[in-house]
């Protein structure tokens, strides 16, 4: 029957991410139909069944990031014994920063199959409401909590050309912030988006410059998503293009038609600059 769990497929489900009426269809027969639901926390899951008014008929078993690895098996024991196993997280997709890779991976080794129920993401909500750039895109999760670790991890991301998401806390929001600001930039152009789907959800939007000032001058509440835009493209140096040049006078064309030619697609480069530079190489 179309919607029915499969016995021993592990299947993922997304929950809402704040407001319970996004929950589909499909998840509601998940958790009426699984024997097994393993729930990042079993609260929340009781909480969720009691918004969707669902009667939970399976057993509840914790699973976070602290019990993870010990808990798998018992997972694994289930599908063996064709029952119905369905992973929960607290909010939007399992694995995606949260628990769940280590029991795909797992069931995928012992030759089980997975499937995923798809819905709410808190990633591609912050990153449609944010006005940044869509199409490309990278999502980070949460920055090192410390302030050197979380530099240090900025500075690779400093010239991806793709847009950045990050996850952050509330009470690291304005350091997080700050860190970009430095890092990526003072007028980078970003978004701060809070609470999503929730009766207080805001977005916020400006340079990094403003939104570390917002989240220094206010007390930042609320679940936090973070885009940040790409950065501009370099402009190619004439030292960047003189491997081009020479490579071409190499296949046989004149230096200063090749210097010419590699010019015109670089603007801010000219072909006097890229000549000398061929000349002064060829001579060392």
């Not at 009667?55 to 993870?68: I, K, M």
């Not at 024991?77 to 995606?96: H, Y």
């Not at 499937?115 to 895109?137: E, H, K, M, Q, Y």
Request: net charge negative; proline share 6%.
């Amino acid at each position: 029957m179309a919607g029915m769990l499969a016995p021993g497929v592990l299947t993922l489900a997304a929950t809402p991410i704040g407001n319970p009426l996004d929950a589909s269809v499909r998840l509601v027969r998940a958790l009426e139909q699984a024997d097994l639901i393993a729930a990042e926390d079993t609260r929340r899951l009781a909480r969720l069944a009691a918004d969707l008014e669902v009667t939970l008929r399976a057993t509840v078993l914790s699973y976070h990031e602290h019990n993870e690895a010990e808990r798998t098996p018992r997972l694994l024991e289930a599908l063996a014994g064709g029952q119905r196993v369905l992973i929960v997280t607290d909010a939007g997709m399992p694995v995606v920063s949260d628990p769940g890779f280590r029991a795909v991976r797992a069931a995928a080794e012992a030759g089980y199959e997975t499937t995923v129920i798809p819905g709410p993401s808190a990633v591609l909500t912050a990153l449609a409401a944010s006005g940044i750039a869509p199409d490309r895109f990278s999502f980070e999760g949460f920055p090192p909590r410390r302030d050197g670790r979380r530099a240090a991890a900025f500075e690779p991301l400093a010239h991806e050309a793709r847009t950045l998401v990050f996850f952050e806390s509330p009470r690291r929001t304005a350091a997080t912030l700050a860190a970009m600001r430095e890092v990526f930039g003072p007028d980078r152009e970003a978004a701060v988006a809070r609470e999503l789907t929730k009766t207080h959800e805001e977005v916020l939007r400006g340079s990094l410059t403003e939104l570390a000032a917002w989240a220094e001058g206010t007390e930042v509440l609320g679940e936090i998503v973070i885009v940040v835009a790409g950065a501009a493209p370099r402009a190619a140096s004439a030292e960047d293009l003189l491997e081009e040049v020479l490579d071409r006078a190499q296949a046989g064309e004149r230096l200063k038609d090749a210097a010419k030619a590699v010019a015109r697609t670089s603007p801010g480069v000219t072909a006097r600059e890229l000549y000398d530079l061929a000349l002064a190489a060829r001579r060392e």
